[in-house]
Structures are given as structure tokens and as C-alpha cells.
């Protein structure tokens, strides 16, 4: 099952590389990583998509709030998230089939960011499940790179993890 961990830790160097080794050390692959820092610039928040048994997860949890720079965690509820991931996907199109893939991007409520004779860049920020139709929908005119952020999220309603 996956599970989305929220960490607000202390803004300085090694915290990250700290926090992954953990995970690496319980032999947990983490799907989805982002950093970024708060309207606190002296803390960042860290969101991290891992697959594992409560149990499992609920044991890293314990072991992450040993660390010194750690502030708070929480794991956040699929029900109770709002979550975005933003991609940048660049297609290969000839005049023929620009149009078409123009309007998958329009109904796909994505932004068109370059057009070149040969190629559309596509730029989408949504759930990763959107992102994962829309490269399937790109897919048979021929994907010429991908790039995705992590997964960021916040709980719903006035919940928050301070």
C-alpha cells in the first residue's frame, strides 16, 4: 500500500541525505520525493510516497522522529490530501498530427509551453493518475522525453501538520 509521509525538518544541509538513508537502511524504495522550504525559511517540508504494511511504515516513522532535525510528521490520508505532481512531456508531431495532440493537451486541461516543427512540450500539474493518461494518451506519436516533479501534498480543510 502506499503511503504519503509529510516531514517538516530543519533547513540545512545533510537533513536530506539523513532521512533517505533511513528509508534506504529498512529496505523501503521511495516512489515520489520533494523538498521544498516553508514560509519559515529555516524549515523545509519533505513529502515522500513509499510503498509498505502500516506496520513497516509506522516503525520508520518512529525511527525519523530520532533524528535531530526532524520537527513533525505526519502520514497523510489519501481522503484527506490534496496532492499535484507537475510533468513536462515532449512529443514528437508532424503538421499532420500537431492538431490532435494540441487537443488531447486541451482536454487534458494542460499547458502547451513549445511548439518547434517537430515537437509539442506539454506542461501538466495534477494527480498522478491524470499525468499517467495523458503519456498514455502521447504515447503513439512517439514521446521524446519526460521529466516529473515529486509528489507535493497538503491535507484538506484548516488540518495542517504545524
Known sequence: MKHTISILVENHAGVLSRISGLFSRRGFNIDSLAVGITDDPTMSRITIIVNGDDYT??????????????????????????????????????SENRGDIIDIARVMQSKICDISSESITIEISDTTDRLEILQELLRPYGILEIVRTGTIALQKGNKSIC
Open 57 to 94: 511504515v509506522e516503525q520508520v516513522e518512529k525511527q525519523l522522529y530520532k533524528l535531530i532535525d526532524v520537527y513533525k510528521i505526519k502520514r497523510l490520508k489519501v481522503e484527506e490530501t490534496i496532492s499535484r505532481e507537475l510533468m513536462l512531456v515532449k512529443v514528437s508531431c508532424t
